[in-house]
């Protein structure tokens, strides 16, 4: 079956230095939506994209969607503390209209102020 | 908009009993998602209902899980009868479904313990 996965699966970092996640399908996806999740909270929404190479920014997040459609990334640029919580991708279930989601497998991030 | 709306929002059950989860999904959406949050197995689609229809409910674990939604403002996901590895987070979710590509809301989840 379809499989999104991300890694690293854990991320630590000192306030300020800059954090990387990546997410790859087994499957093209014709888009990718990202969310976060605190600790304790609900994943929400941030972002999706749509087109082949695209690359869109929220302040200190950057995504990108891969050439291929079917990877992506979010960088976050001098990270805070309100940065912590877990990242997912998630893209369309293979075979399923756009609303079924499979979600990725996150990337929880910590910050050592 | 009060957002998506799970009840109760902690849950401590004895193996056996039955348990039952309410959503109520924001105003006008016609999707409505369940999942469930494990550390072991992520977040995982349990099933989903457009316009109150189930449309997909493979991810429903077997068949002591069973899943309604009787109007477009309210659904029941019930465990009869719960074990310990239901013990979970189970998320609700809902979306427009207007749009070729819509994001989800989730609603606070409600945090299962079973004994």
């Known amino acids: 079956g379809q499989q999104v996965m991300q890694i690293p699966q854990y991320q630590h970092v000192q306030e300020g230095e800059d954090f990387t996640t990546y997410c790859n399908s087994s499957?093209?996806?014709?888009?990718i939506q990202w969310y976060k999740q605190r600790p304790g909270g609900h994943p929400v929404f941030l972002i999706q994209?749509?087109?082949?190479?695209e690359v869109k920014k929220q302040k200190r997040l950057t995504f990108q969607f891969g050439e291929a459609k079917k990877n992506s990334s979010l960088h976050i640029t001098a990270t805070q503390t309100t940065d912590v919580g877990t990242y997912f991708c998630?893209?369309?279930?293979?075979?399923?209209?756009?609303?079924?989601?499979?979600f990725g497998t996150g990337t929880r991030l910590t910050i050592i102020p | 908009d009060a957002g998506v709306i799970q009840s109760p929002r902690h849950e401590v059950t004895e193996m056996g009993q039955e348990v039952t989860l309410r959503c109520k999904p924001i105003?006008?959406?016609?999707?409505l998602f369940w999942y469930r949050q494990t550390m072991m197995r992520g977040l995982e689609l349990l099933i989903y209902?457009?316009?109150?229809?189930?449309?997909?409910d493979s991810g429903m674990p077997e068949d002591r899980f069973s899943a309604k939604m009787p109007n477009a403002s309210f659904s029941t996901l019930k465990i009869q009868p719960s074990e310990p590895r239901d013990s979970a987070v189970y998320f609700c979710?809902?979306?427009?479904?207007?749009?070729?590509?819509?994001?989800?809301?989730f609603g606070p989840g409600t945090r299962l313990t079973v004994t």
């Open positions: 979710a809902s979306s427009l479904g207007r749009r070729e590509i819509d994001e989800q809301y």
């Open positions: 499957t093209t996806l014709s888009n």
């Open positions: 994209l749509v087109k082949s190479g």
């Open positions: 998630a893209g369309p279930a293979f075979n399923f209209g756009n609303e079924k989601l499979t």
């Open positions: 105003s006008g959406h016609d999707y």
């Open positions: 209902f457009n316009n109150n229809v189930p449309i997909d």
